[in-house]
Nanobody
Framework: VQLQASGGGLVQPGDSLRLSCVGS????????VAWFRQASGKEREFVAG????????NYGDSVKGRFDISRDNAKNTVWLQMNGLKVDDTAVYYC???????????????????WGQGTEVTVSS
């Protein structure tokens, strides 16, 4: 099982980026999948995700209205569209997936079984 995350980069405040996470060895459409981020010196934070096969996305409070998660089942890929980026969005972004989550743990990093390698997003003027 592998998750390959990409799409990060250096952007200015207000810009947009789209991250992608491609899965191999498992079907992302059948499992819970999420994006987390970790800023320097901080704990890993839930950004957005789908619980199991639900088409309804959940978002962390700090990104609601700015970020949009989607998944393409045919391509076994999950996207994170990030708009209106802020300096505080600077972090390494990770995609993760798991099959054992329950509703109350869907925002817990510890509940996910597989992780991508991370892609760095830097927002700076």
């Amino acid at each position: 099982v592998q998750l390959q995350a990409s799409g990060g980069g250096l952007v200015q405040p207000g810009d947009s980026l789209r991250l992608s996470c491609v899965g191999s060895g498992l079907s992302l459409s059948r499992q819970s999948v999420a994006w987390f981020r970790q800023a320097s010196g901080k704990e890993r934070e839930f950004v957005a995700g789908f619980f199991r096969t639900s088409s309804t996305a959940n978002y962390g409070d700090s990104v609601k209205g700015r970020f949009d998660i989607s998944r393409d089942n045919a391509k076994n890929t999950v996207w994170l569209q990030m708009n209106g980026l802020k300096v505080d969005d600077t972090a390494v972004y990770y995609c993760a997936t798991g099959s054992r989550l329950i509703m109350t743990t869907r925002t817990w990093a510890s509940a996910y079984d597989y992780w991508g390698q991370g892609t760095e997003v830097t927002v700076s003027s």
